[in-house]
């Protein structure tokens, strides 16, 4: 593997258990001599290319009592081991998805990777760097994004005159350019961390870099789109292929709303906070922003007591008001010649998310179930509660040329 001959794949998720990993039923039972695995995986990359599978499971006694999860190392080859049919995406196809079937699958006392019960760490620790790393490939496609931009309007002419000299198209290029100037100096400012001590980057920053990088760019394949017109609409332009490959960025490795919540109750709930502000008020030197981000801090547990039953949408909103600090303390304390626009821009951000946290209102802009329920009930009505079908596609090959 480490040759680069052999690929591994990455098995935690399950149909039931996708942004809530800790809800995995998959077991492994504790034997004399090892375990017995037991466990659907959905999704899986690269399953059917790699010849080892980096799986999750609960450990459980013979008297089935569940313990923690623990990391397994599973070769493919071990009997029991079922490799699905590819699973066909929306984009991401230069990598296959398969589910996997481990049906009692014997393992020996040496499969386990790291101490048993220990495989949340694991898990997390292998995607806090697939955050930072996915950083740096969604900001190289938010540059393809404008590159792409430009190149149609610089050349293209509308009833206005030149569509790049039209002020609502460079409004939404600027906005793509101050988003991708925030990412790559995140970006720069990670790799430099990791490369003196890669153990010391804060959770945060790995989460801003994904989810940052997943929100920007979809935005600005959406605004490439936009700009290109039915050019963008095509297939063999390009921008297609970008909306469909950037779409699943915002969802796997953790949904946004799963992950700005998550440190959003970091947050509320004080959990590293003193490193966190330390990292923005000195190592960044920006202390009016740790000193913004205490102010959020105490209107959070404010409304916390009075809103109990709200805390995720505190808590996101919370979290979004983070993600933007972050963005720009470590922008406004990076860069030596910072662009004021790019400043005032994050700024103005921030001033966004903090006016729907000083007005918070549960239900304003929130339909209760029942409503959604009954206006969901009218649609029914309207326009029908039809199953939806596809066409079949055949993708079995046809027995006179099987061998
Ligand atoms: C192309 C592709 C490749 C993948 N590769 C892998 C892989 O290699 N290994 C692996 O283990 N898994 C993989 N996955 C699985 C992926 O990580 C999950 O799809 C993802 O975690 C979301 O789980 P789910 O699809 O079950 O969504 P659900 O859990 O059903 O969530 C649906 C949506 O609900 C919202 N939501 C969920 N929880 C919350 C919350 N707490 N607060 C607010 N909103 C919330 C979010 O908008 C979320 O997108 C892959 C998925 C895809 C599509």
């Known amino acids: 593997m480490a040759q680069g001959r052999q690929l591994a794949g990455f098995a935690l998720f399950e149909p039931g258990a996708g942004s809530n990993p800790m809800a995995i039923t998959g077991k492994a039972v504790v034997t004399d001599d090892g375990y017995f695995l037991n466990a659907e995986k959905m999704w899986i990359g690269s399953a059917g290319w790699s010849s080892l599978i980096i799986t999750f499971a609960k450990l459980a006694d013979s008297n089935s009592s569940e313990r923690g999860i623990t990391c397994f190392a599973v070769p493919r080859n071990k009997p029991g081991v079922h490799i699905g049919k590819e699973l066909l995406t929306m984009g991401m196809r230069g990598m296959v998805q398969n589910r996997i079937n481990f049906d009692v699958v014997k393992l020996e006392k040496r499969y386990p990777i790291g101490e048993e019960e220990k495989g949340m760490d694991i898990a997390n620790d292998a995607m806090m760097l697939a955050r930072i790393t996915a950083g740096a490939t969604l900001l190289g496609a938010m540059e393809k994004c404008i590159q792409l931009m430009y190149r149609y309007s610089s050349r293209r002419e509308v009833a206005t005159g030149s569509l790049l000299k039209n002020p609502v198209t460079r409004q939404s290029l600027s906005s793509s350019m101050m988003e991708a100037a925030l990412m790559e100096s995140l970006v720069n400012y990670i790799a430099s961390t990791a490369d003196t001590d890669i153990r010391n980057i804060p959770a945060e920053l790995c989460v801003v870099s994904k989810v940052g990088g997943s929100e920007f760019l979809w935005k600005a394949v959406d605004a490439d789109m936009q700009c290109a017109g039915g050019r963008g609409y095509l297939q063999n332009n390009y921008i297609s292929q970008l909306i469909r490959d950037a779409r699943v960025v915002r969802i796997f490795e953790g949904p946004s709303e799963v992950l700005i919540t998550y440190m959003g109750t970091k947050h509320i709930r004080a959990v590293d906070k003193d490193q966190l502000y330390e990292l923005i008020s000195v190592r960044l030197r920006q202390p009016e922003l740790s000193g913004e981000l205490e102010n959020v801090y105490q209107k959070s547990r404010e409304l916390l007591k009075r809103n109990i039953e ?94």
Do not use: C
């Open 310 to 403: 709200d805390t995720s949408l505190i808590a996101f909103r919370n979290g979004n008001i983070l993600t933007w600090v972050l963005l720009l303390a470590v922008y406004a304390g990076t860069m030596s010649n910072p662009d004021p626009e790019v400043i005032s821009y994050a700024k103005q951000q921030i001033r966004i998310f903090t006016a729907q946290l000083d007005n918070f209102n549960p239900t304003s802009g929130n339909y209760d179930i029942d409503t959604i329920s009954k206006y969901v009930r009218k649609i029914n009505d309207d326009i029908g509660n039809l199953e939806i079908l596809t066409p079949d596609e055949e993708y079995d090959m046809d027995d006179y040329f099987k061998k």
